[in-house]
């Protein structure tokens, strides 16, 4: 059962700035990926199709084991794949999805992990209906899955074949370790910082440069002026080196601002003329 490819399924709504994110990192480690859509009001949806994930529509408020279990059965997809299905919240974080995974290596045919809504409160497994469980994350073989979508209103873990290895557990908190704050997240110019550096963009490679040196050769020329009262090869020297470094630095913000033009009239012609998406399908 280890052995079976692994679909990683997203179930959420309403998560357009985190769903590319979770799609690419979700590629590498399964070996298909959908996205069920809770009901999106915003580009969600587009931006996953975008990327080529398949996505399915359940327009039912009240998301449960066994619903989405039938939504996947009743679908066009391959019913061989053992299925991973995540529950995307606002509390839900990337870094999980390891622990998450391991979940399919585990030789489990239904595996559920469950938010209890009320705390302090012991729970008993065996009298659980399936059907009332808030899902954190679940998985299914192609076994379990057949097993979940027969399942009803009133089904419990009792209910399920002797031969299926099931689990159900409630689902702990997330363990919250002290953080040292990194450069990329200390401050909005921190951010910015580091996006330059990373993406090499001109007016940090050309503009900061030049700025620095174009206002340090306009402050010593003065300088220069007033000091020396007469011609000889030092002030000669001095001269033509301040002239020099206030001129390159004059260059240097002009390239920095002709490249940034150049640039953003690229990324126009690009869009306007959908040449991004060309050169993705000629490689």
């Not at 174009?214 to 007469?230: M, P, Y």
Request: aromatic share 8%.
């Amino acid at each position: 059962m280890t052995n079976q490819q692994l679909r990683l399924i997203y179930v959420g709504r309403d998560i357009e700035l985190r769903i590319i994110s979770l799609l690419v990192r979700a590629a590498e480690v399964a070996d298909e990926v959908l996205f069920i859509d809770l009901g999106s009001s915003d580009r969600t949806v587009e931006l996953a199709e975008e990327y080529g994930c398949q996505t399915l529509s359940c327009s039912d408020n009240e998301v449960t084991a066994p619903k989405l279990a039938k939504l996947l059965s009743e679908s066009n997809i391959d019913n061989q794949y053992s299925n991973l299905l995540i529950y995307i919240s606002d509390e839900w974080k990337l870094r999980e999805l390891p622990v998450v995974v391991n979940r399919s290596r585990e030789g489990w045919d239904i595996y559920i992990a469950f938010k209890n809504s009320v705390t302090n409160q012991d729970v008993i497994v065996e009298e659980l209906v399936i059907g009332s469980l808030e899902i954190d994350h679940m998985f299914l073989s192609p076994r379990g899955l057949d097993e979940m979508a027969k399942a009803n209103s009133m089904t419990s873990t009792l209910n399920f074949p002797k031969h299926l290895r099931v689990r159900v557990i409630e689902s702990s908190d997330r363990i919250t370790l002290p953080q040292r704050e990194s450069l990329a997240t200390a401050s909005r110019f921190a951010q910015l910082f580091y996006w330059m550096l990373e993406t090499k963009h001109p007016l940090f490679l050309f503009g900061i440069p030049g700025i620095v040196l174009f206002i340090l050769g306009f402050r010593l020329s003065g300088n220069v002026v007033d000091t020396f009262n007469e011609l000889n090869s030092v002030s000669i020297g001095v001269t033509l080196t301040t002239i020099a470094m206030t001129l390159i630095g004059l260059f240097a913000m002009m390239v920095a601002l002709i490249l940034y033009i150049m640039g953003k009239q690229v990324e126009q012609i690009q869009s306007q003329y959908d040449l991004q998406k060309y050169d993705d399908k000629t490689i």
